[in-house]
């Protein structure tokens, strides 16, 4: 991903290599690992391309708040964005669109060409994740989808500036351990392309699945204004935050600043989970992580993540994965 941005007084700096159809059809990984530091802010990036896919991810700090970037003659990519942490505006001049980028929020994305400006907080890391199909290997892999995809991949052949989703979905569990996978794989050679290959295509049905849900929604919803939903993703924060020892439902609706109906209703709309439901996900998820790390033993997981026993911890992890946190390390 190539991008050229230009500071106040137009002089260009090139952020990430443009990559080469040729290094996006072999049948091989390659990988580049890179840091930049500009007079508007620093990066850095890792980026993976494989048989039609093509990966980057990292994070930046910018110094300046508006910048303007252009991305011209890259290859025809279809985008899976995941903004991590941080957030801004984008502004396609091309396309006359503005989109809002938030934390924690997911689409998918189709822009041939961007031309325009980008607005960062100056004080918030930035860290983003995205993996880009060849156009004709996202319509392929679509083609015999549901009806949402279809009418996506119908914009993309006619060449439409497009998103799945006018509005941005939260990142799942299951999403951010995907991510994890990718990002911390440890395979080699032809191990590695089948790896990353799978997991790419576990992010996209992850991604079809959560929007197709959201498009099914009853469209009456509890959260109707943006303060509302600021205090859920307050409340998950503070919940992950506190997990070891978390709040009761009637004092976390007190710290997020919503009545305890809204923060039940609320939560369940945005993340499709209960309060409790989705800590214990991350609670397994990181002892998951944890246990693959293979620094800590059990008993050390278990206390850490806030379980009762071990027995309790290890009872809860065998029925979320199919085998015991022994099995697991």
Do not use: W
Request: with cysteine.
């Amino acid at each position: 991903m190539g991008l050229s941005i230009y500071d106040e007084s137009n002089q260009r700096y090139d952020v990430g290599n443009h990559i080469t159809r040729v290094e996006l059809n072999q049948a091989m990984v390659t990988e580049r690992r890179e840091k930049y530091s500009f007079p508007f802010g620093d990066a850095e990036m890792v980026q993976i391309a494989f048989s039609g896919i093509f990966i980057v991810y990292g994070d930046m700090l910018v110094k300046k708040s508006r910048l303007r970037i252009k991305s011209f003659d890259e290859p025809e990519l279809v985008e899976l964005h995941f903004s991590l942490t941080g957030g801004g505006i984008m502004e396609n001049y091309l396309t006359r669109k503005r989109v809002t980028i938030k934390a924690n929020q997911h689409n998918i994305i189709y822009t041939p060409d961007f031309d325009g400006v980008a607005e960062f907080a100056t004080d918030q890391q930035c860290k983003f994740f995205e993996v880009h199909f060849q156009r004709d290997k996202f319509i392929d892999l679509t083609s015999e989808s549901s009806l949402l995809l279809k009418k996506f991949a119908d914009d993309i052949m006619n060449n439409h500036a497009v998103e799945l989703s006018a509005e941005n979905l939260p990142i799942s569990l299951a999403m951010h351990s995907c991510i994890r996978d990718i990002m911390n794989c440890h395979f080699t050679g032809s191990l590695k392309l089948l790896f990353l290959q799978s997991k790419c295509l576990e992010l996209l049905a992850l991604q079809a699945q959560a929007f197709e849900l959201a498009a099914k929604k009853p469209v009456k919803a509890c959260l109707k204004s943006a303060y509302d939903k600021d205090r859920i993703y307050y409340a998950k924060e503070y919940l992950i935050e506190h997990a070891n020892q978390p709040p009761s439902l009637s004092e976390l609706a007190k710290i997020a600043g919503i009545n305890e109906f809204k923060l039940k209703q609320g939560f369940k709309e945005t993340f499709q989970n209960t309060v409790f439901g989705y800590l214990s996900d991350y609670k397994l998820m990181k002892a998951k992580e944890l246990l693959e790390e293979g620094s800590l033993d059990i008993k050390h997981i278990s206390d850490d993540l806030g379980y009762s026993s071990v027995q309790h911890f290890n009872s809860a992890f065998s029925k979320k994965f199919g085998i015991s946190p022994g099995k697991a390390r």
